[in-house]
Structure formats: C-alpha cells, structure tokens
C-alpha cells in the first residue's frame, strides 16, 4: 500500500484495551476524525472524557454501538481471556478485527478461531509506540497482514490512518513476521533484560558502544515482562533464537579460552 496524503471517510473505530499504546494511536486516530469508542478491564473513563471517545463499561453495549473496526490493544498474554469475553453474538453487522500486538500467528489463530465467518481480520504491528512515534509516525514501519478481507474500502481506509500520516506501509505474512521478529525484536529485548540483570550503568568513561548498551537496557526494561514473556511464549520461532543466543555466548567464551591457551600462562598472567 502507497503512502497517502488524502483523506479518507472517518471511521467507527472501538477500541478494545484502552492502556498507554491504545491511548497513544487513539490521539491520531482523533486528529484524523475518526469517531471512538473504548472498552477495558481498567476504567479509563476519565482518560476517554478528555480525549472526547465514549467509554463502555458494558461490554455487550460496546459490541452493539456498530463499529466499523474493532481494534484489539490488549496484553499478548491476556488476548485468548479478552476474546472468550466478548459478546460476539450481539454483533449486529460484519466488522473488521484488528489486532496490534508484537507476535502475529498467535492472534490470527486465535481471531480465525472465535470469530463469526463473516468478520474481517486484519492483523497488523505498528513496529513504534509512544517514546518512538512521539514526534510522528512518519517513516516508521507498519506490517499487516490482509488475513480475511471482504469489504477492502474498510481495510483501505484503516490502513489509510498510517499511510496518510506517513508510515512505511509492509505487507507480510504473519509466519513471516514472527520468524523475522524472533531474530530482531525478541533477540534486542533479550539483550536488554540480560544488562538488566547485569545492573550495566553508565561510568565516567563509557564509549559510544557502552552508552548504546545502556540505552539498550533502559529502552526494554520499560516494557513490562508480560510483553517480554508474551514475545517468547507466543512466537514458535523464539525458543530457537534463544538456543542460538545462549550457543552463541558459548562459542565465543570458548574461543576466549582457546586463545588464552594458546598465547601460555606467561603472556596471560596478571
């Protein structure tokens, strides 16, 4: 899909899971003109007065105010309990599903699975969140997947909302997107957790490479561990990466021996 500038007719978007990510494409999805509603465990209601969305505590009213889109903006973990809880049987006309999370095989099983045949998936990840996007979404990754489209001038103008603002639009398959992710976006949080545990801090005479450690560690231990563990338990291709990591820092441990072998304990010594 092209990035576009043009306006697309304003959509009925219900948001299901209203936490910091859902907030933060919400505020675009209203500059835009879209009109919103959201629903979830915790109450935003307040949150949703200032930004001018509906609430819905009622989840079977929720179902029934005739979104255009639904989107999902749940936890990894807590998705298969969010869907089991929906009213889906009050749905009173076919609607595009939209899910936003970080592993994508998972919720496209899991959507295929609960929802009635005639609705609409579409599951995507927009690769940025608040600290990332804050300055705008231009030139940030969005990867989609077209699951199950019927009515395209929905998903196009869906779709629209981070084409217009300027995303590089990817259209992959969610098989495609979690082994790639598995070597990226697992791997990069892994890295971070292990400095974590490591407890790294800056020191007086930190290099380039180290402040980019640092940061490395600061960026993902903002994450929650759910979505950390949420990236290794739903994404089959991370327990290998994993494995290949761990096989990794053991071959160069052993290359490290190999060579202080080799060089004899008078040029080792301290």
């Not at 978007?13 to 629903?39: D, E, N, S, W, Y």
């Not at 307040?46 to 903006?73: H, K, Y």
């Not at 595009?96 to 999370?101: E, W």
Request: aromatic share 8%.
């Amino acid at each position: 899909m092209s990035t576009s500038s043009s306006s697309s007719p304003t959509l009925k978007i219900g948001i299901v899971g209203f936490g910091p990510f859902g907030q933060f494409l919400a505020k675009t999805m209203i500059k835009q003109g879209h009109t919103l509603r959201a629903t979830s465990r915790t109450d935003y209601s307040q949150s949703c007065l200032q930004l001018g969305i509906q609430f819905f505590r009622d989840l079977i009213a929720f179902i029934e105010s005739e979104n255009d889109v639904i989107l999902i903006c749940t936890s990894i973990l807590s998705l298969s309990e969010v869907l089991s809880s929906m009213p889906l049987s009050h749905l009173k006309r076919p609607t595009l599903f939209v899910d936003v999370l970080s592993v994508k095989e998972h919720p496209r099983d899991l959507l295929l699975r609960v929802l009635p045949e005639e609705s609409d998936i579409l599951c995507t990840h927009p690769m940025f969140g608040p600290d990332s996007g804050k300055d705008g979404w231009k030139d940030l990754t969005f990867v989609y997947d077209k699951v199950r489209i019927r009515d395209e001038a929905i998903c196009f103008n869906f779709l629209n909302i981070f084409a217009s603002e300027g995303c590089r639009m990817l259209q992959m398959s969610c098989e495609e997107h979690d082994k790639v992710a598995a070597k990226s976006q697992f791997i990069t949080h892994t890295i971070g957790r292990t400095l974590a545990e490591m407890d790294i801090k800056s020191t007086p005479i930190d290099t380039k490479g180290f402040q980019t450690l640092v940061q490395l560690k600061d960026t993902t231990i903002r994450d929650s561990f759910d979505l950390y563990s949420g990236l290794f338990i739903h994404n089959r291709f991370a327990k290998q990466e994993l494995e290949n990591l761990e096989h990794a820092l053991h071959k160069v441990k052993e290359m490290l021996v190999q060579r202080m072998s080799e060089l004899g304990p008078e040029k080792t010594e301290r």
